[in-house]
């Protein structure tokens, strides 16, 4: 579990898995436009879709928090 610690490998995620298909823009951004814009007609296979994008970027912000509040004691 020490990856998940690891800046590096969880930039990596996030510019890879969490950014990919990367044209015509990054599948994550449109996916959360299209929650913004109130998710209509939003089946389960595109909520599981914005789970799957968005858990790099989850794993980056979690670890921030936790290195941040790490380093303030």
């Known amino acids: 579990m020490k990856f998940l610690n690891d800046f590096r490998i969880i930039i990596?995620?996030?510019l890879t898995?969490?950014?990919?298909?990367f044209f015509p823009?990054?599948?994550i951004?449109?996916?959360?436009?299209w929650i913004a814009g109130g998710g209509n007609k939003m089946?389960?296979?595109d909520w599981l879709?914005?789970?799957?994008h968005g858990f790099p970027?989850?794993?980056l912000i979690r670890l921030i928090i936790v290195k941040s509040v790490l380093n303030k004691k």
Request: charged share 20%.
């Open 49 to 52: 879709d914005v789970l799957l």
């Open 17 to 21: 898995l969490g950014l990919a298909p």
């Open 29 to 33: 951004w449109g996916k959360l436009k």
């Open 43 to 45: 089946q389960l296979k």
């Open 12 to 14: 990596l995620l996030c």
């Open 57 to 59: 970027w989850i794993l």
């Open 25 to 27: 823009e990054p599948h």
